[in-house]
């Protein structure tokens, strides 16, 4: 949503006056230099990729978060019986106020669940009882409102599981339908809430006991099974920041951090398939999407089917909130740095871009 009438500084005119960001180096078109890189799979020759990327490192540690541990970190909850012999999985979730760095020199002042944006990944299984413990010590009023099937009680929205700062909350429901969900805050104004920091990826693995037709498809992608096991699975959630407060992203990413996958690509066995839970969250643009290069996958809307609801595609876009699974494999091709990135090719100089390193 543009907001050029209003303000008359937009993040276009702030990049150009690059002074004002610092350390960011932003230009707009990828050098022969990585080109030849890419096809002969050596690593980038230049901190900022052939003038593709953002110059300079950002302090994880500091942060108290790395995207890369962010890709694989499910967090499958304290685990417990009921005395009908359900599997019960309990979760503790803060929010908190804490300023992160989203690119080298560039802070933001986020709000943040568990510290960390995205939120911890929460991964159960179909069927079962989650509870989350919900502890609001941030500076405003939060909710956790889940992507799933639940009663009005436990929505998490105004009136119905808000929590005032210092307050808390349990929410309890059955984890339905099966897929990849998310959650995020809804209290209002709600743009500002999402945006700030406060979502996460909440992923129900499907339980084949309930789909004895595709009970292969199922356990493969039912953490813990050996059939999931041979996958390479990632959590990306695509995000933005407003660093201006000018209801426009200066800054996209996946996993919050502006090229972080262009200059530590994400090592894959091209051996094994991958799949990616792919989940936007950005506001204030319309749409996200996802491009693999030198490849096409299969695609499952929202996750909540074992057939691909789209085949053979190199594109998917969503519009905030939506999600999806992404399977594909580079088992044929020679190893290298295949690159991904979001189709608003002005996201990618803004920092949502990255690479595959496959593996021989
Ligand atoms: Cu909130
Ligand atoms: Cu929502």
């Known amino acids: 949503m543009s907001s050029w009438f209003r303000h008359p500084i937009t993040r276009r005119l702030l990049l150009r006056g690059s002074a004002l960001l610092g350390p960011l180096s932003l230009t707009a078109t990828a050098t022969p230099a990585l080109a030849k890189t890419v096809s002969t799979g050596a690593r980038p020759p230049s901190d900022s990729l052939g003038g593709m990327t953002t110059v300079g490192e950002v302090d994880h ?5 790395d995207p890369h541990h962010i890709l694989t970190d499910w967090d499958t909850g304290a685990v417990s019986r009921d005395r009908f012999g ?11 106020d804490k300023e992160i760095e989203i690119a080298p020199g560039v802070f933001f002042p986020a709000w943040t669940y568990n510290g960390r944006v995205p939120g ?8 079962d009882r989650v509870i989350v413990r919900f502890r609001n010590r941030g500076s405003h009023p939060h909710t956790i409102h889940f992507h799933g099937i639940h009663s009005a009680r436990m929505d998490g929205v105004p009136g119905s599981g808000e929590v005032a700062p210092g307050g808390s909350f349990v929410y309890e429901f059955d984890a339905l339908p099966f897929g990849c969900h998310l ?19 909440f992923i129900i693995d499907p339980d084949e ?21 041979a996958w390479q699975e990632f959590v990306m959630v695509m995000n933005g920041f407003d660093t201006n407060l000018d209801d426009e992203n200066e800054i996209y990413a996946v996993n919050t951090v502006a090229h972080v996958y262009a200059k530590r690509p994400i090592p894959i066995d091209r051996k094994r398939p991958v799949r990616i839970y792919l989940i ?71 920092g949502w871009m990255g690479f595959f390193e496959t593996k021989p």
């Open 86 to 96: 359900r599997t019960v999985r309990e979760f503790e979730i803060v929010a908190k």
């Open 183 to 201: 959650y995020h805050c809804h209290s209002v104004p709600l743009k500002r809430h999402i945006h700030k920091g406060l979502y996460g990826a």
């Open 280 to 350: 936007n969250v950005t506001e204030f643009d319309p749409l996200n999407s996802f491009h693999l290069h030198a490849n096409f996958f299969d695609y499952y809307d929202h996750g909540t089917t074992l057939t691909p609801t789209l085949r053979i595609v190199d594109t998917v876009m969503q519009c905030q909130a939506q999600r999806g699974i992404i399977e594909f494999s580079y088992k044929d091709h020679e190893p290298g740095l295949y690159m991904f990135h979001a189709h608003q090719t002005e996201f990618v100089e803004l």
């Open 61 to 65: 540690d500091r942060n108290g978060f």
């Open 120 to 127: 911890p990944t929460l991964r159960v299984t179909e069927g």
């Open 209 to 229: 006991a309930r789909h004895p037709d595709t009970q292969r498809a199922a356990r493969s992608r039912r953490l813990g099974t050996a059939e999931n096991a």
